[in-house]
């Protein structure tokens, strides 16, 4: 089993910046397709953005989509999501996610083992 633990959420004003870590123990993050998913408060939960295990295959959500960007940084056997021109509405707790099987559909969070706890997100108008 891997453990992946989130680091990087804060407050921020609308418009503003955050990169949000997750960090892998156990194995490479480059053996797994990763991904990050939200859900904000009353609302169920989304995906987010996802990163294939080949690393030259990116997913995001169209609410995302040019505003955010996912990568892995292999050495550090870390995974990124760095979120620019923030908005309200991207407030939630975002979670890091992990699969090790080799196709599937990235959008569902069912089709991944392994997950984070979380870490929050709350941009302010």
């Known amino acids: 089993q891997v453990q992946l633990v989130e680091s990087g959420g804060g407050l921020v004003q609308a418009g503003g910046s955050l990169r949000l870590s997750c960090a892998a123990s156990?194995?490479?993050?480059?053996?797994?397709?990763m991904a990050w998913f939200r859900q904000a408060a009353g609302k169920e939960r989304e995906f987010v953005a996802a990163?294939?295990?080949?690393?030259?295959?990116?997913y995001y959500a169209d609410s995302v989509k040019g505003r955010f960007t996912i990568s892995r940084d292999n050495a550090k056997n870390t995974v990124y999501l760095q979120m620019n021109s923030l908005k309200p509405e991207d407030t939630a707790a975002y979670y890091c996610?992990?699969?090790?099987?080799?196709?599937?559909?990235?959008?569902?969070?069912?089709?991944?083992?392994?997950w984070g706890q979380g870490t929050q997100v709350t941009v302010s108008s």
């Open positions: 156990g194995r490479t993050v480059s053996s797994y397709s």
């Open positions: 990163l294939g295990r080949s690393g030259d295959n990116t």
């Open positions: 996610a992990g699969a090790s099987r080799p196709y599937f559909n990235v959008i569902y969070g069912t089709n991944y083992n392994y």
